[in-house]
C-alpha cells in the first residue's frame, strides 16, 4: 500500500500546521522548541516557584 499523501496536523503547542514527513523530525510539534515547551510546560510551573522563594529570602537577608 503506497500512501503518498501526506498526513496533516496541527503542533499541539503553537498550532501551527505541518504535515507527517521528515521535514518535521519533531512531529506532532513544528519544531524542538514546541516539543520542549510542551514537555516542560508544568516544570517551568515548578521552577518558578523555588525561583521565586529564593529571591524573596534575598530581599529579606539585605
Ligand atoms: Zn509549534
Do not use: V
Not at 40 to 45: D, F, K, L, N, V
Amino acid at each position: 500500500m503506497t500512501d503518498d499523501k501526506p498526513i496533516k496536523l496541527n503542533c499541539p503547542t503553537c498550532q501551527k500546521a505541518i504535515t507527517w514527513s521528515e521535514a518535521y523530525p519533531f512531529r506532532p510539534f513544528c519544531s524542538e522548541r514546541c516539543k520542549m515547551i510542551d514537555l516542560g510546560e508544568w516544570a517551568t510551573e515548578g521552577h518558578r516557584i523555588p525561583g521565586e522563594d529564593a529571591q524573596a529570602q534575598n530581599d529579606e537577608f539585605e
